[in-house]
């Protein structure tokens, strides 16, 4: 299903590669049919269709790797990027197997690899190389399976709130009642692991408290950011809304979004707008079976503090030509002005996006202002915040206030405190702790995002603040130093840590470059997904080692706010403290520390995969 809160990656995974886990069933290529439009049966092989299509896919030019032995997904990429140079799109390694396969952007740099990898020695093994067939499409592989069950039975297709809103059948004290244990569970789970990891962590383990569920203060209507996907419904009409299942699980059915609890009147208004004009225009809604049509989906972002509301429309353009773009943005223009002379809300913002295949090193589909404000504005902590198109902001805006508050009362800064926000966003948080704090500087990855976030200290008269833009773990280090540098000598260093990261988690390089800044003694950890969350809950908390320098953090407290009502989500933040330094001789036995030192290799192998394969 369509992810409902889905931000810009800020953990500094290098997108140009994506890496990918293959389940146990996946097709191997001994096992998939030749690309000649025919599957094993002789019929038409449509799962394989996409391969004709006149757009690039990487699979065309796949290589499989055989012999490797155990390794880690981290050190083969090293491998193929570093040593060989080779320039990968795609690696998908499978679990616990002997074998991966490398997609490549030419037959040349495909050549190539099999030429080089073919005989090669790594590890201790010498490496096969051969060509890979494609991978089948989903969809199809999905629809060929139950063309041929003779008696299947029709399963119930979900409906729109069952999708989105699964809970929104339950009184809210019962939802908060079911998160709540939910959370606790979660959270015994992960200390009692985190006790088989680090034995030494036993002690502040046992002192772990959990503070519940905080309600939201408002329960329905409250997200400010909703991305709708233009599509037809089970009649066949083409419907603006949230899509009732996954595309890789054979279904593109798009249900409207009218009956959705969460939703605002404003982003329904705008769903159910943007629907007319699909409707009436030339241009094509898109159909991913085939990779057809044009109209594509819908961002809406909308201020309850304004009444501002920002459209960002979603273009297929790969089958436009420039003439007919530019003929989509006009009517998209003249459409919303026509619209807003007795339309109950405004389109305050109009944005075109373009919404296509993404080139190499390309990390978001870029946008380009059609009409009207370039921002729209809301409140959080008394504080006023620009936002735009594609940078982060809490979904739930009343929600925040608590939210911060708490992240707040938990680590308590005072006047000589400096702190460090990692993945910053527009600044919400950073310049919500400012008042509580000496200094405050924060990092985040994509730019306009920076660029709000030092607009909106300047327009709320906040001048402690700092912004800087890049990856996380490329920039932790040297806000650590600038905050040694600006502290009066001989005045003890208080300096805080607060990461809010997108819902894969941070990557294990920026847990490394928070690890190893032994200025840092308390973490602020707030968490969308905390399932997701849990692996870097283990990488702060583990014995040091070779790959995480610096003393452990361990967890202290914690309380979850609901910043989803109606969904199975709920938003935890976690105060870590670092364990202080002890003597040689009071840590672990020789022997146990030689075990970790061994089995560092594993850990990182596996902390990469898992960080790739979720990003």
Known sequence: MECLNAEIPADGVDKSIEVEKIAENAVKPDETPERNGKDEAGKPGEEYAYLERNEFTSEIFKVEVKNMGYFGIGEFKKLLRNTLKFDVTKIKAPTRKEFAFVCFRSQ??????????????WKGKVLKAQVAKASADPLQKKRAAEDQESERKPKKQRTAVEATCPLSHIAYDQQLKQKSEEMAALLAKY??????VNPRAKANLDKFQFHGVLPSPTVNGYRNKNEFTVGKNSAGEVVVGFRLGCYSDGSVEVAEVADLPHLPEQAKWAAHSFQDLVRRSKFLPFNPDGNVGHFRQLMVRCSSATGELMLVAGIYSSNLSEDEQVELKQELKSFYEELAKDAPYKCTSLYYQDVKHREAGQTINP???????THITDTIQGLQFRISPLAFFQINTEGANVLYQKAIDLVAPTEDTTMLDICCGTGTITLAFAKHCKKVMGVEIVPDAIKDAEFNAEANGIKNAKFFTGNADDFIKSMVREALYDQEPGKPLDLIAV??????????RSIAAIR?????NRLVYVSCNPHSAKRNFIELARPESKQYKGEPFYPKSAVAVDMFPHTMHTELVILFEREPKTKVDEKSPPEKGAAQSKSEGTEEAISEQITASET
């Open 191 to 196: 200390t009692q692991e985190l006790k088989k």
């Open 516 to 520: 190893s800044a032994d200025a840092v």
């Open 499 to 508: 990461v809010d990261p997108p819902r894969a988690g941070l990557h294990h």
């Open 108 to 121: 040349e740099d495909q050549q190539r690899a099999l030429e080089t990898l073919h005989g090669y020695k």
């Open 367 to 373: 946008v380009e202002h059609i009409s009207g404000s």
